[in-house]
């Protein structure tokens, strides 16, 4: 376990980052949801995307929606590649 690494109540994960995170791995700190830059944003591994907090709760309430055959699929693959994955992004 990583305490770098926080979860939804769906049980997806997710880092709080920095613009700076972002820009040691080429990104710039843009939220893929609303595409403005932000100074604080999370590194969400199901949607392999960065969201600032805004984004972040409108996605939280959209997964809430999402089916249990869905979040079960998703999960399993993110507990054998998300470890990996925030690595790559120097964020663990
Ligand atoms: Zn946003």
Same mark, same amino acid.
């Given at each position: 376990?990583?305490?770098?690494?926080?979860? @939804?109540?769906q049980?997806?994960?997710?880092?709080?980052?920095t613009?700076?995170?972002c820009?040691?791995?080429?990104?710039?700190?843009?939220c893929?949801?609303?595409?403005?830059?932000?100074?604080?944003? %999370?590194l969400?591994?199901?949607l392999?995307? @960065?969201?600032?907090?805004?984004?972040f709760d @409108?996605?939280? %309430?959209r997964?809430a929606?999402?089916?249990k055959?869905?979040?079960?699929?998703?999960?399993?693959?993110?507990?054998?590649?998300?470890i990996?994955?925030? %690595?790559y992004?120097?964020?663990?």
């Open positions: 376990m990583n305490e770098k690494i926080k979860y @939804t109540p049980g997806f994960s997710y880092i709080d980052i613009i700076f995170d820009l040691s791995w080429g990104g710039l700190g843009i893929d949801g609303c595409g403005k830059p932000h100074k604080e944003l %999370k969400i591994y199901v392999h995307d @960065t969201y600032c907090n805004k984004c @409108t996605w939280l %309430k997964s929606k999402y089916s055959e869905d979040i079960e699929y998703d999960l399993e693959i993110q507990k054998e590649n998300h990996q994955w925030y %690595k992004h120097g964020v663990i």
